[in-house]
């Protein structure tokens, strides 16, 4: 009990923004729609597996009958040595037909349900990648790999033998059906007395097992996030000497994953159990009054035999349709996952007559915009602003003030919720949104370096570059000079998220990446503020020359990268409160003054 309530406290020091479990009745809709992955190969794999499938079936319901009715009745009854010898070499055949046809089918379904698994997670993470960023902003990363790599994984087992073993068992089934009345009318129905009360209490169960697995899907989504955040923030947790609480809150979520699954899986275990039972209460039924129909002689020892036969498989397809049920809870669980992120769609997107962005000089301009990420947060309020092409503009304020916002509207990471953010006249709800991006680069302060070589990373915005190009960007910043001195200058693997190298170097690259993209206009946001100040001013002599004929957006604390800035606006709680350049706004004493004395103080006190 203490040990509960002390994981309840962590939980609440810790804060994850988690999904929902998705409460809707079975949707045969959405079946249909999962099936659809199965198109591509509705001419080769599909129907080569559901013809070995045909073959298994036909065998299997054909061995019976000739085992019973035509070897022990017939044959052996009526001492016929040469169709019993015909009939054992049938027999054999039709073991051989089967093996082959069991190998095959084992193969190309296989080979279908990966083919179908590839599809989706394909189409999953592209879809991923085209959402707005209001999407991520809303869900942890450790989320959106669950949905990506847990959830498809869980159809495996469905595409794989789910779907053609359903085919199978049904195909199965009804022929089973089929021969039994044919042999017996009397006999199976009294062995089908059970079915009804076994279809109830199975159909009870239903819900409760798909819910379960809902559960499940929202506790490994909830352990994924916190062991991402974990990894990510490994650092500040040792700082702050906070491994402890964090392995207890990882104890909390890992014992609350283990113990749906253990839920769920109780749950599947009573289904085949079940089954079982009720075979057993069938072959009872079954060996009572098949015994009286023979000695009345209403039915013959050989159908008897048959009839068991087919009795025997009639419960080994309830049972397996019981575990298909099962993955198809277990897959509808996890569908549901997937296809509400694949219905979700981009706040930003290309309109249908949206045109492609020819080169731009430049200008940008806002008129009346207002943005709010939400109803509460009201980010921009009425800016209207000009920055003409090729001018360096800077954006200044506190926290908070709407100078980041302004960044993601001009590359259309969002859109205004009113009036119009424009290039060079043009309203950027206009035209494609890769058109507009193509000319445009983006520094953060948080620069992000991906696992490859140096050179892969610098060319990252421009991959046709040849290695001329890339040298000559990182040149022209002052990368060059580092980057000759790692092992292997430029084909050095760097790891994830560059760890080999410094704050410094990693901001360098990002630079060295924008600059060789060649954009016409080129947004730093706080770029400089994780550099010292030798390198800052590497930076400032280099961007002097490469920022010509530009436009060039700097958000900026540190006021003195911002000084020789053509035109500089100062935010202050999403409204535009001063601009004008430099010298104009000192002159103003008024908040950029202010901002800049109090700066003067702060480093004079250092």
Same mark, same amino acid.
């Given at each position: 009990?203490?040990?509960?309530?002390?994981?309840?406290?962590?939980?609440?020091?810790?804060?994850?923004?988690?999904?929902?479990?998705?409460?809707?009745?079975?949707?045969?809709?959405?079946?249909?729609?999962?099936?659809?992955?199965?198109?591509?190969?509705?001419?080769?794999? /599909?129907?080569?597996?559901?013809?070995?499938?045909?073959?298994?079936?036909?065998?299997?319901?054909?061995?019976?009958?000739?085992?019973?009715?035509?070897?022990?009745?017939?044959?052996?009854?009526?001492?016929?040595?040469?169709?019993?010898?015909?009939?054992?070499?049938?027999?054999?055949?039709?073991?051989?037909?089967?093996?082959?046809?069991?190998?095959?089918?084992?193969?190309?379904?296989?080979? =279908?349900?990966?083919?179908?698994?590839?599809?989706?997670?394909?189409?999953?993470?592209?879809?991923?990648?085209?959402?707005?960023?209001?999407?991520?902003?809303?869900?942890?990363?450790?989320?959106?790999?669950?949905?990506?790599?847990?959830?498809?994984?869980?159809?495996?087992?469905?595409?794989?033998?789910?779907?053609?073993?359903? /085919?199978?068992?049904?195909?199965?089934?009804?022929?089973?059906?089929?021969?039994?009345?044919?042999?017996?009318?009397?006999?199976?129905?009294?062995?089908?007395?059970?079915?009804?009360?076994?279809?109830?209490?199975?159909?009870?169960?239903?819900?409760?097992?798909? *819910?379960?697995?809902?559960?499940?899907? =929202?506790?490994?989504?909830?352990?994924?996030?916190?062991?991402?955040?974990?990894?990510?923030?490994?650092?500040?947790?040792?700082?702050?000497?906070?491994?402890?609480?964090?392995?207890?809150?990882?104890?909390?979520?890992?014992?609350?994953?283990?113990?749906?699954?253990?839920?769920?899986?109780?749950?599947?275990?009573?289904?085949? #159990?079940?089954?079982?039972?009720?075979?057993?209460?069938?072959?009872?039924?079954?060996?009572?009054?098949?015994?009286?129909?023979?000695?009345?002689?209403?039915?013959?020892?050989?159908?008897?035999?048959?009839?068991?036969?087919?009795?025997?498989?009639?419960?080994?397809?309830?049972?397996?349709?019981?575990?298909?049920?099962?993955? =198809?809870?277990?897959?509808?669980?996890?569908?549901?996952?997937?296809?509400?992120?694949?219905?979700?769609? #981009?706040?930003?997107?290309?309109?249908?007559?949206?045109?492609?962005?020819?080169?731009?000089?430049?200008?940008?301009?806002?008129?009346?915009?207002?943005?709010?990420? !939400?109803?509460?947060?009201?980010? /921009?309020?009425?800016?209207?602003?000009?920055?003409?092409?090729?001018?360096?503009?800077? /954006?200044?304020?506190?926290?908070?003030?709407?100078?980041?916002?302004?960044?993601?509207?001009?590359? *259309?990471?969002? !859109?205004?919720?009113?009036?119009?953010?424009?290039?060079?006249?043009?309203?950027?709800? !206009?035209?494609?949104?890769?058109?507009?991006?193509?000319?445009?680069?983006?520094?953060?302060?948080?620069?992000?370096?991906?696992?490859?070589?140096?050179?892969?990373?610098?060319?990252?915005?421009?991959?046709?570059?040849?290695?001329?190009?890339?040298?000559?960007?990182?040149?022209?910043?002052?990368?060059?000079?580092?980057?000759?001195?790692?092992?292997?200058?430029?084909?050095?693997?760097?790891?994830?998220?560059?760890?080999?190298?410094?704050?410094?170097?990693?901001?360098?690259?990002?630079?060295? *990446?924008?600059?060789?993209?060649?954009?016409?206009?080129?947004?730093?946001?706080?770029?400089?503020?994780?550099?010292?100040?030798?390198?800052?001013?590497?930076?400032?002599?280099?961007?002097?020359?490469?920022?010509?004929? *530009?436009?060039?957006?700097?958000?900026?604390?540190?006021?003195?990268?911002?000084?020789?800035?053509?035109?500089?606006?100062?935010?202050?709680?999403?409204?535009?409160?001063?601009?004008?350049?430099? !010298?104009? =706004?000192?002159?103003?004493?008024?908040?950029?003054?202010?901002?800049?004395?109090?700066?003067?103080?702060?480093?004079?006190?250092?």
């Amino acid at each position: 009990m203490k040990k509960k309530q002390e994981q309840s406290t962590i939980q609440k020091r810790f804060h994850y923004s988690s999904d929902q479990v998705i409460d809707k009745s079975f949707n045969w809709e959405q079946l249909w729609r999962l099936l659809t992955y199965l198109k591509p190969y509705s001419k080769s794999l /599909l129907p080569l597996s559901i013809i070995t499938v045909i073959i298994n079936t036909a065998v299997r319901l054909a061995i019976p009958i000739l085992i019973g009715v035509y070897t022990l009745d017939k044959a052996i009854r009526q001492k016929d040595g040469n169709l019993l010898f015909i009939l054992v070499g049938v027999i054999a055949g039709l073991y051989i037909l089967n093996y082959i046809a069991n190998v095959l089918r084992i193969r190309w379904m296989n080979m =279908l349900g990966q083919g179908v698994i590839y599809d989706l997670r394909k189409h999953l993470f592209s879809h991923v990648q085209g959402l707005s960023h209001r999407f991520f902003d809303q869900r942890s990363g450790g989320s959106i790999l669950v949905r990506i790599m847990n959830d498809i994984n869980s159809l495996q087992e469905l595409f794989t033998n789910g779907v053609i073993n359903l /085919l199978m068992d049904m195909i199965l089934l009804i022929g089973i059906i089929v021969i039994l009345f044919t042999l017996s009318p009397e006999l199976t129905l009294a062995v089908m007395v059970i079915l009804p009360i076994m279809f109830f209490i199975s159909t009870s169960l239903r819900k409760n097992i798909r *819910r379960s697995w809902q559960v499940v899907r =929202l506790k490994q989504a909830k352990l994924n996030s916190h062991l991402n955040e974990s990894i990510q923030g490994i650092r500040i947790t040792q700082a702050f000497t906070q491994e402890k609480e964090n392995m207890e809150y990882f104890d909390g979520v890992n014992t609350e994953t283990f113990d749906s699954w253990q839920t769920a899986t109780k749950k599947n275990a009573m289904f085949r #159990p079940f089954v079982e039972l009720t075979n057993a209460v069938g072959t009872a039924v079954l060996i009572w009054y098949g015994v009286h129909l023979i000695q009345s002689g209403s039915l013959e020892l050989g159908e008897f035999v048959s009839f068991a036969f087919y009795l025997g498989m009639f419960w080994e397809p309830i049972s397996r349709l019981g575990q298909v049920y099962n993955q =198809l809870l277990i897959g509808m669980a996890s569908s549901e996952r997937i296809f509400e992120f694949l219905d979700e769609q #981009p706040i930003v997107n290309d309109k249908d007559n949206a045109n492609e962005l020819k080169q731009i000089k430049g200008h940008i301009s806002f008129e009346n915009v207002d943005f709010a990420y !939400d109803e509460e947060r009201k980010a /921009l309020k009425g800016i209207s602003l000009e920055m003409g092409a090729g001018q360096t503009v800077a /954006l200044v304020g506190h926290t908070g003030s709407g100078k980041t916002t302004i960044a993601n509207l001009i590359s *259309r990471f969002y !859109d205004p919720t009113a009036g119009k953010v424009k290039i060079d006249g043009i309203d950027l709800r !206009d035209v494609t949104v890769a058109s507009l991006r193509n000319q445009i680069s983006i520094v953060l302060q948080d620069t992000f370096i991906f696992s490859g070589t140096i050179k892969e990373n610098i060319r990252f915005g421009r991959p046709d570059a040849s290695d001329e190009e890339v040298i000559e960007a990182a040149k022209a910043i002052g990368a060059d000079e580092f980057i000759q001195k790692l092992p292997k200058g430029y084909d050095t693997e760097v790891e994830e998220r560059g760890n080999i190298l410094s704050v410094g170097e990693r901001q360098l690259l990002s630079f060295a *990446r924008a600059l060789l993209a060649d954009p016409r206009i080129i947004i730093l946001d706080e770029a400089t503020a994780s550099i010292d100040t030798e390198t800052e001013v590497k930076i400032q002599s280099a961007l002097k020359r490469l920022l010509s004929g *530009r436009t060039a957006i700097i958000i900026a604390h540190r006021l003195s990268t911002i000084r020789e800035s053509d035109n500089i606006f100062v935010l202050d709680h999403g409204e535009i409160i001063e601009k004008g350049n430099h !010298d104009s =706004l000192m002159d103003q004493q008024g908040e950029y003054y202010e901002l800049v004395k109090a700066q003067f103080r702060m480093l004079e006190a250092i």
